[in-house]
């Protein structure tokens, strides 16, 4: 073997390592960003109303990755921001049957089924997106003490946060809905949760 053919076998036996050496570090940091998700707790039990009529509880989300917001149709501000957000996210899963998302009114006197189904047109291309009403002290209940958002002075003193619930109904974690690198970061812990199967 002369010198040129050392060389290159040389060269394709560093390629080889460092690549595989890359596929394990990727590896590593995939299950690492995993475990980096972390818990804030669980999902309480809820029943609320579906803009279909239909009853939706905490037992909705078993076996699905639920992403939640909190908002309300009359709202002007950062209400539609988030629901365009919502959209997006929507979309960018749209061939998996893995995920859902629920958006809850704090305006329930106003958004009445029909106003939400309504709403619920101007964004939602799929029946994974449930648009939900309830009475107003359980929507707060819910908002405060089971996903640890604000609710003070409904319906526009709501969290603008998205929560991300996994499988298995924990709450993992929070991203500001009206931001745009916070929703590429979710739409980043989705595809890790899904991985992860």
Request: glycine residues 6%; contains cysteine.
């Amino acid at each position: 073997m002369n010198s040129l053919n050392k060389k290159l076998v040389i060269a394709f036996f560093f390629i080889f390592m460092l690549g595989s050496f890359g596929f394990y570090v990727i590896d590593k940091a995939a299950k690492s960003r995993i475990d980096n998700i972390g818990f804030v707790g669980k999902v309480p039990s809820f029943s609320l109303t579906n803009i279909d009529g239909t009853i939706i509880t905490e037992k909705n989300l078993n076996d699905k990755i639920s992403i939640i917001s909190f908002i309300f149709t009359q709202c002007e501000g950062a209400c539609p921001i988030m629901s365009v957000n919502m959209a997006t996210l929507q979309e960018r899963f749209s061939s998996s049957k893995d995920i859902q998302f629920l958006s809850i009114s704090t305006d329930p006197d106003f958004d009445t089924l029909d106003v939400l189904n309504q709403y619920s047109t101007n964004y939602s291309k799929n029946d994974n997106w449930f648009f939900l009403r309830g009475d107003i002290l359980d929507v707060i209940k819910l908002s405060e003490q089971g996903f640890f958002l604000s609710a003070a002075l409904l319906p526009a003193g709501h969290s603008t946060r998205f929560v991300l619930v996994d499988k298995e109904l924990n709450i993992r974690k929070y991203y500001e809905g009206t931001v745009e690198s916070n929703i590429f970061e979710l739409q980043s812990d989705i595809v890790t949760l899904l991985n992860q199967g």
